[in-house]
């Protein structure tokens, strides 16, 4: 068990609908990064907060958003949904910014997304 | 931007070493990690290279050489569990605010078999 929890774990919509997908990091962790991953394909990167901000982004559709919260945890908004958005969504998190370390991410066990 | 190019299957014999190769290019390098990742679940930790040189952990080590930009892990006296995805990633730091973000490759399906 990693420490970070991602809700919901799988979850079954239509095209054109809006999904939110949740994510606790670690007690004491900053920093939330998501990343999508799709059928045989490598992680994602979408986007990372630390501490309630938005600090790095990556390749996340206009359709996509996120916000981390005061308290830390942070949700990722899919809209407009199609086909090719199935994928399995992973947050993690970790401690950057709070001290030295070699920045290792922890990772949630996913929300798997289908598109129908 | 940041490329990180990894083979995209490997296949090995129980009890056989095998050496899964990563390069990679990027502006800001700061470290080099290897994870893993079994079929529909989560990444996990399993090396960190900053410095050139080899990392050894039990029967998985890696070596990284930052002139080359690469890095390989080496997994000895495989096992079947060892069955997986193993993904590269480079830690990028954007140099005008320090703030990171982790990279990753496509990552490399390795088979063990009996």
């Known amino acids: 068990d990693s420490g970070v929890t991602q809700t919901p774990k799988h979850l079954i919509t239509a095209t054109g609908q809006r999904v939110t997908l949740r994510c606790s990091p670690r007690s004491g962790d900053l920093s939330v990064y998501w990343y999508q991953q799709s059928l045989d394909q490598g992680l994602q990167f979408l986007i990372q907060?630390?501490?309630?901000?938005e600090r790095a982004k990556g390749n996340i559709l206009e359709r996509f958003s996120a916000q981390q919260f005061p308290d830390l945890h942070s949700e990722l908004n899919l809209s407009s949904l199609e086909l090719g958005d199935s994928a399995l969504y992973f947050c993690a998190s970790s401690p950057w910014g709070a001290g030295g370390n070699t920045g290792e991410l922890f990772f949630g066990e996913g929300s798997r997304l289908t598109v129908l | 931007g940041q490329n990180i190019d990894q083979p995209t299957e490997m296949t090995a014999t129980e009890g056989a070493i095998v050496q899964i190769n990563c390069t990679y290019q990027t502006s800001g390098f700061n470290g080099l990690f290897w994870y893993q990742q079994h079929a529909g679940e989560a990444p996990t930790f399993l090396s960190y290279?900053?410095?050139?040189g080899l990392e050894e952990k039990g029967r998985f080590s890696s070596f990284l050489s930052r002139s080359k930009g690469y890095s390989y892990l080496l997994l000895k006296e495989l096992q079947m569990k060892d069955s997986a995805s193993y993904l590269c990633?480079?830690?990028?730091?954007?140099?005008?605010?320090?703030?990171?973000?982790?990279?990753f490759g496509t990552g490399t399906r390795l088979l063990v078999s009996p």
């Open positions: 907060y630390y501490n309630g901000e």
């Open positions: 990633a480079v830690r990028d730091i954007r140099r005008t605010t320090g703030f990171q973000k982790l990279v």
């Open positions: 290279n900053v410095l050139d």
